[in-house]
C-alpha cells in the first residue's frame, strides 16, 4: 500500500497563495490517479482536484477552476495543490488520496479512495 502525508496548510489572507504537498511512500504516484478533496467546517467532504495515472489529465471542481493548479513530481513521489487567490471559502482541511482504478472524472463524485493521507488545515481569513 501507499503511505500520504500532506504539509503546507496554513493562516492566508484572501488572494495570497499557498502550496500543498503530498508525499508518497510505498508506491509510485504514476501508478495511482492522485486527488485533493477538501471539508470546511460542519460540511461533507468535497473533491478538488484531480491528475490521471500518466498526468495528462487533470480536473478541478467548478469553484477553483483558473486559481487551483495540481501537479506532480515523479523523481520526489510527491503531488501538489498550487492554490493561488485564496478566499475565505476555501477554509477547509485539505485531504491527498489514491486510487488503483479510477479515472479523474470518477473522483469528482466519490470519495471511496484507497488510499488517504492525515490532512493538512488551510485557513483564510482576513
Known amino acids: 500500500q501507499v503511505q500520504l502525508v500532506e504539509s503546507g496548510g496554513g493562516l492566508e489572507r484572501p488572494g495570497d497563495s499557498l502550496r500543498l504537498s503530498c508525499a508518497a511512500s510505498?508506491?509510485?504516484?504514476?501508478?495511482?490517479?492522485m486527488g485533493w478533496f477538501r471539508q470546511a467546517p460542519g460540511k461533507e467532504r468535497e473533491f478538488v482536484a484531480a491528475?490521471?495515472?500518466?498526468?495528462?489529465?487533470?480536473r478541478y471542481t467548478d469553484s477553483v477552476k483558473g486559481r487551483f493548479t495540481i501537479s506532480r513530481d515523479i523523481g520526489k513521489n510527491t503531488v501538489y495543490l498550487q492554490m493561488n487567490s485564496l478566499k475565505p471559502e476555501d477554509t477547509a482541511i485539505y485531504y491527498c488520496?489514491?486510487?488503483?482504478?479510477?479515472?479523474?472524472?470518477?473522483?469528482?463524485?466519490?470519495?471511496?479512495?484507497?488510499?488517504w493521507g492525515q490532512g493538512t488545515q488551510v485557513t483564510v481569513s482576513s
Open positions: 488520496a489514491a486510487d488503483s482504478r479510477l479515472q479523474t472524472s470518477q473522483m469528482i463524485t466519490t470519495t471511496d479512495l484507497d488510499y
Open positions: 491528475i490521471s495515472r500518466a498526468g495528462g489529465t487533470t
Open positions: 510505498g508506491g509510485t504516484v504514476s501508478r495511482y490517479a
